[in-house]
């Protein structure tokens, strides 16, 4: 017995022993497709691009909804190893509280192909398909300074802290305007964590102790969209808002004029690249060319609206 059939075999005894059901590897390939928290509208996008890939492979497919927990998120990889998949297809919560499960899945057997948030920390991780988040946090200041060619009073709302892409949009933003920091003054920085609700209250609070920014830089859509709302309230619509995801809602925004950009990264593309890449290698040992498939990001305003990936649920 090779080590991988010892140690599933082991954690299907495990699991016999505990009471669960164990699904033994059959003909037709199970995989798992894990996100974050499907309370985020990009993670349904994703979630259901993993699912439109698993389907055009003939794979069958486990969705994990990690419901903003790691420890469920975890718990999921677990289930998911007991019931024999071929292959786990991930965003992680938190890359260094995911790793240990990971590591699990891969010292069993089964490939694992993460997306958007890359886990450094695991030898083995057969492949990641993400954005160059760097690279898009640095398109998201240069398309404000390119609005603002003589400088600006600037907020910034960062990711959730833990994330990759938060880390890395957060590094993006500070690389292009630390070095004119005299120019461009981030006045306010502080996470909302992905949230729209909680970017609501954090933007009031900024907008209460320092006033009115020329700018409001968001790593992601949702917090600028409540980025939008706090500022509609005080009748400051004339702030340049900028998001990271090119959501339908974010795109609809930028069309109307109630936000200047949004970043956009290829979720979709992302995730269906994702899936090809575990089941190619689940079914015949193939190699992927690439271990890091990094997409680069583009900011989509209103001149360019067509390159957006979800254009077409705008209507």
């Known amino acids: ?93 938190d890359v260094n509280a995911l790793a240990p499960a990971i590591e699990q899945a891969i010292q069993v057997g089964v490939p694992v192909v993460t997306i958007d948030r890359r886990v450094d920390g695991v030898e083995g991780v057969l492949a990641h398909v993400g954005a160059d988040n760097v690279k898009g946090g640095e398109a998201e200041a240069q398309a404000m300074i390119a609005a603002f060619p003589d400088g600006a009073k600037v907020f910034h709302l960062q990711g959730q802290p833990g994330a990759g892409p938060a880390i890395d949009r957060n590094q993006g933003v500070h690389n292009v305007l630390d070095p004119m920091a005299d120019k461009y003054q981030i006045v306010f920085e502080q996470t909302a964590n992905f949230s729209r609700a909680e970017a609501l209250t954090v933007v009031e609070a900024g907008l ?76 015949e040992g193939t190699q992927p060319a690439e271990a890091l498939v990094l997409l680069t990001p583009v900011v989509i305003g209103p001149d360019n609206l067509d390159q957006a990936e979800r254009i077409g649920e705008t209507s």
């Open 208 to 283: 209460a102790a320092n006033g009115k920014p020329d700018a409001i830089i968001c790593a992601n859509d949702d917090m600028a969209l409540g980025a939008v709302e706090a500022c509609a309230a005080r009748g400051f619509t004339d702030v340049k808002i900028y998001g990271f995801d090119a959501l339908p809602e974010a795109l609809i925004a930028v069309r109307d004029g109630t936000m200047a950009g949004t970043v956009e990264q290829f979720p979709g593309e992302q995730s269906r690249t994702a899936v090809q890449i575990a089941v190619a290698f689940a079914r």
């Open 1 to 93: 017995m090779n080590r991988r059939a010892f140690l599933a075999s082991s954690v299907a005894l495990g699991a016999l022993a505990a009471g669960a059901p164990v699904a033994f590897a059959q003909d037709r390939l199970t995989i798992l497709g894990s996100v974050p928290n499907l309370g985020f509208p990009f993670f349904v996008h994703m979630l259901n691009q993993i699912k439109v890939e698993a389907e055009a492979q003939g794979v069958d497919l486990i969705e994990s909804d990690g419901q903003n927990s790691a420890p469920k998120q975890t718990a999921d990889i677990e289930a998911a190893l007991v019931q024999g998949v071929a292959a786990i297809v991930i965003s992680p919560l």
